[in-house]
């Protein structure tokens, strides 16, 4: 979705604050911050940056930032850099497997600066190569399938880094997406807390929800605040409504303390 559609999307929701974090990019924010403030939405500026943690990619959702911050750009643009990089290698696998009309369904879909495996799950869907998007990830784009490519992106010190200089506050996206046992989970929760990672997705869309009580208890040990994020990426996603997520547990410190001033209501945040 544009700016544009995503803001009137969730003005009709009912939305009443808005964070934008697209994959390794800021490109959407000034446009997304006028069309808020035209429908009286607060909006929080935000990324969400790839980053590579023991073998495995994670993500990392950097809020309230300043997009102009040269340190943060500069990562960014190595980020998309990467991003074409990685593009060009699952085009090329998945025309070795017959599909040779990829690269031209692939620009059908791609109107940014971001190449994403979604784009691709599109373009193959479109093709009638899958069903749907999961279908797609599913049967082609996941770990070892015929479009996969492995991806060092940046460092989880890095990603935090980046956000901290920006003025941001980093968050760990959707922790429960990452299929990691309580072991794995609490060893990324200590290192992220021990770099100056600030809070957690306690409550994501993309997570199943029995998943929160654990998530929730790892962010009280580290001393993570929390976040809630619908993890939004357009109307396909038929199983969730932007804007209508659980509110945190009371147990949880929000991360939107640390720019309310004391007359805020964190309840509608």
Sequence with gaps: MSPKELVNAAAVAGVQVLALTDHDTTAGLEEAAVLAAEQDIEFVPGVEISATWSGRTVHIVGLQIDPANETLQRGLDRLVAIRHERAAVMSQKLVKKGFDSMEQELRNHVHGPIVSRTHFARALVSAGHARDIPQAFKKYLSGGKAGYA????????????????????????????????SGRLRALFAEFAEIGGEAVEVISGSQHPGETEKISRFAKEFQLMASVGSDYHGPEQRWLSLGRLPKLPVE????????????GDPGTS
């Design 150 to 181: 492995q991806t060092e992106w940046a460092s989880l010190e890095q990603a935090v880094e980046w956000i901290r200089v920006a003025g941001g506050h980093a968050v760990i996206a959707h922790p429960g997406r990452y299929k990691l046992g």
């Design 252 to 263: 949880c410190d929000p991360i939107w303390r640390r720019w309310l001033d004391s007359s």
